[in-house]
């Protein structure tokens, strides 16, 4: 698997909002935090300013849009478990 060199900072971003909504599942959160680790995923450097102009054209997050300009650089297939995320990727034309 790639991902942009940035991956840490999605689980990182929604670990502090899940444990404010659920603190009696601290200690699971923090275990599935850590478990994004062991996936064995390359990070790759993305083309910020190109990253940034598919952005602002697909109304996407730059984090988001990151994935999306790296999938497209590498002519690989995305994984989106996120279904309001995929069906915002299925409108992007090739």
């Not at 680790?37 to 697909?58: C, G, K, P, Y």
């Not at 988001?64 to 279904?83: N, T, V």
């Amino acid at each position: 698997m790639r991902a942009p060199a940035s991956i840490d900072f999605g689980p990182a971003n929604v670990f502090p909002t899940k444990l404010g909504r659920h603190p009696e599942q601290s200690a699971s959160l923090a275990e599935s935090f850590g478990l994004c680790r062991r996936f064995a995923i390359r990070e790759m450097m993305v083309d910020r300013d190109a990253s940034v102009r598919l952005a602002f054209v697909t109304r996407l997050s730059s984090y988001d849009a990151s994935y999306l300009w790296l999938g497209c650089d590498l002519g690989i297939e995305l994984i989106i478990l996120d279904k309001r995320l995929a069906a915002d990727f299925a409108q992007v034309p090739p």
